[in-house]
């Protein structure tokens, strides 16, 4: 606002009519974010994203899961995020334990949810 000379309320007006346009979208902290074209963005936290790694790939129980250092680049995050992650899909039993050297494998299929 300080850059152009705007006001408060001309950039929450102007924000509006973007929002109207599906242009823009509120995002946490009470701030805005510009939606570009063809730019769609997945939300959801990054544990169900990877675990969707799963059935989008094709995993079967027994098979070995991405490495770590792949999700980063799959998914545009860091390292300690995807271990988070990771160590959330381990505690509810759908990988087996990684470490230095082992290969994290699929235990359990996700819930599809119900067919009906």
Do not use: H
């Amino acid at each position: 606002m300080q850059e152009y000379g705007i006001s408060r309320g001309v950039a929450l007006r102007a924000f509006g009519v973007l929002q109207k346009q599906g242009l823009a979208a509120p995002a946490p902290g009470g701030r805005w974010r510009v939606i570009r074209q063809g730019q769609r963005t997945d939300r959801r936290p990054l544990a169900d994203r990877i675990a969707d790694v799963i059935s989008d790939d094709g995993l079967d129980v027994g098979a070995i899961f991405p490495s770590a250092s792949a999700l980063c680049v799959r998914f545009g995050v860091s390292r300690p995020t995807v271990s988070k992650a990771l160590d959330k899909l381990e505690a509810a039993g759908m990988l087996s334990a990684g470490g230095q050297g082992k290969l994290r494998t699929v235990r359990a299929l996700p819930n599809q949810g119900d067919p009906s």
